[in-house]
Nanobody
Framework: QVQLVESGGGLVQSGGSLRLSCAASGRTFSSYAMGWFRQAPGKEREFVAAITWSDGSNDNTYYADSVKGRFTISRDNAKNTGYLQMNSLKPEDTAVYYC?????????????????WGQGTQVTVSS
């Protein structure tokens, strides 16, 4: 079992930056692929970014087109923590952001593929 807790959300102006954290407890976090998803009001949950299991030297990442070049996903297995660095934020990035962990070494863009979820953290970008 893995427990995930997100933090770092908040209100930021358009063009600003935020860094979300996802603290994991329970089983060895390094054995799980990790993803970030978001859900805006009235919309379905959508994929944002994912990262495979890593020994720290060979990360494999994947991003939604809407955030590519602006967001960076990373992880620190020693700290059992994942991160989502969000730069050049836009009002359309406003959503609740969720981190998720998957009992696999391979990343996925499908939310059903993830086994554990955090409670979410609100990100609001004002114009």
């Amino acid at each position: 079992q893995v427990q995930l807790v997100e933090s770092g959300g908040g209100l930021v102006q358009s063009g600003g930056s935020l860094r979300l954290s996802c603290a994991a407890s329970g089983r060895t976090f390094s054995s799980y692929a990790m993803g970030w998803f978001r859900q805006a009001p009235g919309k379905e949950r959508e994929f944002v970014a994912a990262i495979t299991w890593s020994d720290g030297s060979n990360d494999n990442t994947y991003y939604a087109d809407s955030v590519k070049g602006r967001f960076t996903i990373s992880r620190d297995n020693a700290k059992n923590t994942g991160y989502l660095q969000m730069n050049s934020l836009k009002p359309e990035d406003t959503a609740v952001y969720y981190c998720a962990a998957r009992r696999s070494l391979r990343l996925s863009v499908i939310d059903r593929a993830y086994d554990y979820w955090g409670q979410g953290t609100q990100v609001t970008v004002s114009s």
